[in-house]
């Protein structure tokens, strides 16, 4: 059984940085791991990605240069690095990964394993 846990969230001031962290367990091998967030009264969004077939990245556009994903095989734990945070960055982060090789990494179908969320909260 897949399971994904995330940690790391908090409250903090505007341009402070977090580390999230997701642990992942009962699997051996996962196509794509990343970083979705969703703030009250919005969809769902991608954040970042590992496309961990050929170890790339990707980031929504609105974070690129100030989050970075990254992971530890060893750990089988994922990260998210976010520096220079802004209050739009409020939400809660979910913690994703699925088996679909190929596909469109910001489409949220195509992950099958969820994490529980963990709250970002960013103040002025």
């Known amino acids: 059984q897949v399971q994904l846990v995330e940690s790391g969230g908090g409250s903090v001031q505007a341009g402070g940085s977090l580390r999230l962290s997701c642990e992942a367990s009962?699997?051996?091998?996962?196509?794509?791991m990343g970083w979705f967030r969703q703030a009250p009264g919005k969809e769902r969004e991608a954040v970042a990605t590992i496309y961990t077939v050929i170890s790339s990245t990707y980031y929504a556009a609105s974070v690129k240069g100030r989050f970075t994903i990254s992971r530890d095989n060893a750990k089988k734990t994922l990260y998210l690095q976010m520096n220079s945070l802004e209050p739009e960055d409020t939400a809660m982060y979910y913690c994703?990964?699925?088996?679909?090789?190929?596909?469109?990494?910001?489409?949220?179908?195509?992950?099958?394993?969820w994490g529980q969320g963990t709250q970002v909260t960013v103040s002025s």
């Open positions: 994703a990964a699925s088996t679909v090789y190929g596909g469109t990494w910001w489409q949220s179908e195509i992950y099958s394993y």
């Open positions: 009962g699997y051996t091998y996962m196509a794509y």
